[in-house]
Every structure is written in structure tokens, then in C-alpha cells.
């Protein structure tokens, strides 16, 4: 019932900033806890960061944190994944996430989008 569309991605070099947006329809936005997971080849998803309704709150992987930032504009129905000094072990697919709850955006969201490939190379 709600739908995530993910962009911005792309092939960038280590070091290198990146940031991808989730538009989101379908049910009141502002409501939802988001989150963003990615996944590598070879590897299970994970977690990456999530980010309350209220944008109060935020949660982040160790492997990102420092690095990476999720920001939300409820006005615009969308969610952002700032990620700074991009490194190879971040390649991945990058899904957007949404759950009604934000302790269950983090481990296991209601709601995912398509992806967006990140490629970082050396």
C-alpha cells in the first residue's frame, strides 16, 4: 500500500559522495518510519540506516555511521541517503524502506522499493 522509488544511483570512485532519494506514495508519508538496506553480491541485505516519522530520531550501521546521513522532507514525500567518503565495500543494491513503526524499520520494514545500484570502484 505504499510504493518506493529509489534514485540516484550510480559508478563512482572511493572517496567520492553520493546521495540517493526514496519518493514515497501511496499512504501518509509523514507517518512512516523510513530506512535504507543494501545489498552486495554473495551477501544477505542489510541494514543501513532508518529514520523516525518525525525525522527525530535516527539509527545507523557502524559500518556507515560518520559517513553516511539519512534525512527526510515529509513535504516532498521523500527520503535521502547522503553517503560521504564512499568506499568499495559499500557496492550495493540500495532499497528504500518504510514500516508504521520504527524500531521494526530497522530490523524488518513492511515496505521496500525497487533498488538503485551503487558501484564503487577502487
Known amino acids: 500500500q505504499v510504493q518506493l522509488v529509489e534514485s540516484g544511483g550510480g559508478l563512482v570512485q572511493a572517496g567520492a559522495s553520493l546521495t540517493l532519494s526514496c519518493a514515497a506514495s501511496?499512504?501518509?508519508?509523514?507517518?512512516?518510519?523510513m530506512g535504507w538496506f543494501r545489498q552486495a553480491p554473495g551477501r544477505e541485505r542489510e541494514f543501513v540506516a532508518a529514520i523516525s516519522w518525525s525525522g527525530g530520531s535516527s539509527y545507523y550501521a557502524d559500518s556507515v555511521k560518520g559517513r553516511f546521513t539519512i534525512f527526510r522532507d515529509n513535504a516532498k514525500n521523500t527520503v535521502y541517503l547522503q553517503m560521504n567518503s564512499l568506499k568499495p565495500e559499500d557496492t550495493a543494491v540500495y532499497y528504500c524502506s518504510a514500516d508504521p513503526q520504527y524500531t521494526s524499520a530497522i530490523r524488518s520494514p513492511d515496505y521496500w522499493g525497487q533498488g538503485t545500484q551503487v558501484t564503487v570502484s577502487s
Open positions: 501511496g499512504r501518509t508519508f509523514s507517518r512512516y518510519a
